[in-house]
């Protein structure tokens, strides 16, 4: 069962002053999908792609372009509409889900599938796989890939769900030339019950909504010496969500170097942190659908009536 450290106990003080007003950005169309690609930010919509920027009139503009490099899809054997984790550094240089199977019948990620393996892809071309035992899966559908502890190694930052006790955060890498679980979270304690890590990056800790579809805590691990330190608590008793009930998108929380924003459970209000601390919490007036991008220095967000919006960070 999950247990958390006594967090961040301030309560977030909604703020409505100029510096965090939400802009309406212009759009071709309707958006349909924010997209974050090797390129950038971009958006989709009926009349193709555009490519988000900072801009001194909207904070962000959307600037219609051509095709678009879309990410890697998995190999043969893959997880269908699963993407290769790519990097340019480090020993692990990409890593995928494979071995697609249905006995873990949950769904939040809209379709019957998971994955039972876990595959990376070394700088020198090996390949490695882990496999799951069967009352397992990874409940995902892309790896994420960083150097948590800054000790040069790549870490794979994973969520493995369990038929007993769902989800945990599960840590995974190359150990004595195989690809293992290095460290995980606690799981959640019940079947059905899932978590959404925000975005990883290098030397930071990792954090994650617990149960973003009931609305859940919003917690922080520091991966340290091959294990987990016990998740700290971030916004006292605040609920957050950053994920819609069977969208393929998970990106609805993005994260920079020490920024953060994350909407609170009825995703109509955004919750802006920096490190273990809240900054403020600006009321919406829409209903924030499944995509979030950082653009300059702007929070990005597509409504659930596919208008784009845009927040100055701190």
């Known amino acids: 069962m999950l247990s958390v450290a006594g967090g961040v106990s301030a309560d977030p003080t909604e ?13 071709p169309a309707p958006v349909k999908d924010v997209m974050l690609l090797k390129a950038g930010a971009f958006i989709r919509t009926d009349e193709g792609y555009a490519r988000l920027e900072p801009c001194a009139a909207t904070l962000v503009c959307a600037l219609k372009t051509g095709r678009v490099e879309q990410p890697t899809p998995t190999p043969p054997g893959g997880l269908p509409d699963g993407t290769v984790a790519e990097r340019d550094d480090g020993d692990i240089r990409e890593a995928w889900y494979a071995m697609p199977t249905r006995r873990y019948p949950h769904g939040v990620l809209g379709d019957e599938f998971e994955a039972g393996s876990l595959v990376a892809r070394t700088a020198d071309g090996q390949t490695y796989k ?7 899966v990874f409940e995902d559908l892309t790896p994420r890939l960083a150097d948590l502890d800054g000790d040069g190694t790549i870490e794979v930052v994973t969520i493995v769900s369990n038929a007993a006790s769902g989800a945990r955060l599960s840590i995974w890498g190359i150990v004595e030339g195989a690809l293992a679980e290095r460290a995980a979270g606690e799981p959640i304690g019940r079947a059905n019950r899932w978590l959404n890590p925000l975005p990883v990056r290098d030397d930071a800790p990792v954090m994650a909504v617990i149960t973003p579809h009931l609305g859940g805590p919003l917690l922080q691990w520091r991966f340290e010496n091959d294990a987990l330190s016990e998740p700290l608590r971030l916004g006292g008793e ?4 950053n994920h819609a009930i069977g969208s393929r998108d998970l990106s609805t929380s993005v994260r920079n170097e020490t ?16 490190n273990d601390e809240i900054l403020f919490r600006l009321p919406l007036n829409f209903t924030v659908a499944d995509d979030m991008a950082i653009v300059g220095n702007a929070v990005v967000m597509r409504s659930a009536t596919g208008k784009l919006y845009a927040v100055r960070l701190p």
């Not at 703020?15 to 759009?27: G, P, R, Y």
């Not at 882990?130 to 397992?136: F, V």
């Not at 920024?259 to 920096?274: F, H």
């Open 238 to 241: 605040t609920l957050f969500s």
């Open 259 to 274: 920024i953060w924003a994350v909407p609170e459970r009825e995703r109509r209000a955004l919750i802006v942190g920096r």
């Open 15 to 27: 703020e409505t002053a100029d510096d965090h007003k939400v802009v309406e950005i212009a759009t």
């Open 130 to 136: 882990a496999d799951l035992p069967t009352d397992e």
